[in-house]
């Protein structure tokens, strides 16, 4: 039986934010500390707006107020104004309004801004809404040129059922203004790649199909097929979904995208750990398998929602799947799963949860010679000590010694399935989850089983070796 090689993460990091060289308009901002996560929401001072001089009423038979002088500037109440009425154009479908600031904008542009109108109004949200984050700069018109202001825009989403809280794609916008009382217009739009960027839907035409545990997005073009895939991925969702008996979890549904080629499948919602957002919820990626190796939705300290990505000509979608594949296709659903299982604090990469996984991967419930496999190499060739397995030794380790911590993870979970039940071994497992390290075992073992970490140790390690 092949060992599991070491996981792989996305990372892609990278804001940057220039500063113009003269002209600039004070909107003053803090930064406010983040109450989730330790990410930073910056807000203009005091986490309030510029203040408004009152406006006078004229005398009765006056005419109307003049037109505004001087030169043009955008305020913060100007840019939130527009980004309400973006909002607002989403919500009821008017893709007419939505298009209108970008009256002035390079063709591209939109035409990218009318396709990404169709997308999202095709995905099942239960929030979805645009925000300014932070203002980087701005400028008051001078000559020829038009005010400017550049901005962080958060496109704040829940899709519903599968996000247990709004989770955040940050782009950047450049608004500009001609004239004084001149409309706002958005002259560009660029994407921050690791926050939630670039989704499915920013990478082209979709279709999407709903499904009871999934939603799929796949590319336009594969129409024809994607109730099929949608049809192979209810499958493993709803088997994934109820093998776990531990704590329910806040959601009940996966979205998965068909990635149409190899360009899309790397792109395609690339992370960072730590979201430069205050969202209580972080954007990562858990794939079947890339290159044969399975890739993590592993968020250290930050609750992370999955969105699990896979090749649309891979063996992922295939009607029979190959062993590697089925294998491939659990895990990525029991990773997302462990995923939406914290609160608060969170560590997908402890070794506890990497043992669910692992048991799911290789379908130790349905065939017994999988597991004692499993279980000769821990006994006979991985040098087994009986003593439990570590997160670092999972993580840190390389060959041999790596695959057998790994083999020895999923076998506590397997054996603790066997003998405690499934109820107490989930519960065993969640705690892990949303405890800080290894030092929680002791702790965890005792609410769940009753037992000490020595006396599990012993048991589960005659268990190990009888099973070799």
């Not at 993460?9 to 003053?28: I, K, T």
């Not at 983040?34 to 001072?45: E, L, T």
């Not at 962080?152 to 782009?171: C, K």
Request: with cysteine.
């Amino acid at each position: 039986m092949r060992g599991i090689r070491m996981l792989k993460e996305w990372r892609d990091r990278g804001f940057r934010s220039r500063r113009l060289a003269g002209g600039v308009a004070a909107l003053a901002l803090v930064a406010a500390a983040c109450d989730s996560g330790g990410a930073d929401d910056v807000r203009s001072a005091a986490g309030t707006r510029p203040a408004q001089a009152p406006a006078s009423t004229p005398a009765q038979g006056a005419s109307a107020a003049p037109e505004p002088t001087g030169p043009a500037q955008i305020t913060e109440a100007d840019v939130a104004a527009l980004l309400a009425e973006q909002t607002q154009a989403l919500k009821t479908g008017d893709e007419a309004a939505f298009l209108v600031p970008y009256a002035d904008a390079d063709p591209v542009l939109a035409g990218e801004r009318r396709r990404l109108f169709a997308n999202l109004r095709l995905v099942p949200f239960t929030v979805a809404e645009f925000t300014a984050h932070k203002v980087l700069e701005t400028r008051v018109a001078e000559g020829a040129e038009p005010a400017q202001a550049n901005v962080q825009v958060r496109f704040r989403h829940q899709i519903t059922g599968v996000d247990r809280a709004p989770a955040v794609a940050l782009y950047r916008y450049r608004f500009t203004r001609p004239a004084a009382g001149a409309p706002l217009r958005i002259e560009t739009v660029t994407g921050y790649k690791g926050v939630g960027y670039p989704a499915a839907w920013d990478l082209g035409d979709i279709t999407v199909v709903d499904r009871p545990h999934v939603v799929l997005l796949a590319a336009k073009a594969d129409q024809a097929s994607a109730a099929g895939w949608a049809d192979e991925m209810e499958t493993t969702a709803a088997a994934t979904l109820a093998a776990w008996k531990g704590p329910v979890g806040p959601t009940n549904r996966f979205l998965v995208f068909a990635a149409p080629d190899r360009d899309h499948y790397s792109r395609a919602y690339q992370f960072e750990e730590t979201s430069a957002t205050s969202e209580p919820i972080t954007i990562c990626r858990s794939t079947p398998a890339e290159d044969g190796h399975p890739n993590v939705c592993a968020m250290q300290g930050t609750p992370g929602t999955p969105r699990i990505v896979a090749l649309s000509r891979s063996g992922a979608f295939a009607p029979k799947r190959s062993t590697d594949d089925s294998m491939w296709v659990r895990g990525a659903f029991a990773d997302a799963l462990m995923s939406v299982q914290c609160e608060g604090r969170c560590n997908n990469r402890v070794w506890a949860s990497r043992g669910f996984v692992y048991t799911q991967i290789w379908g130790y419930t349905e065939a017994k010679s999988t597991y004692r496999n499993a279980a000769y190499w821990v006994a006979k060739a991985g040098g087994f000590n009986g003593k439990l397995p570590g997160t670092e030794a999972i993580w840190s380790l390389q060959g041999a010694e790596s695959d057998a911590n790994r083999y020895a993870a999923s076998l506590v979970v397997h054996y603790m399935a066997l003998t405690f039940g499934p109820e107490k071994t989930h519960q065993f497992v969640a705690a892990m989850l949303r405890g800080d390290d290894d030092s929680a075992v002791d702790q965890a073992l005792k609410e769940a089983i009753g037992l000490d970490k020595a006396t599990f140790e012993k048991q589960w390690a005659a268990w190990v070796r009888a099973a070799a």
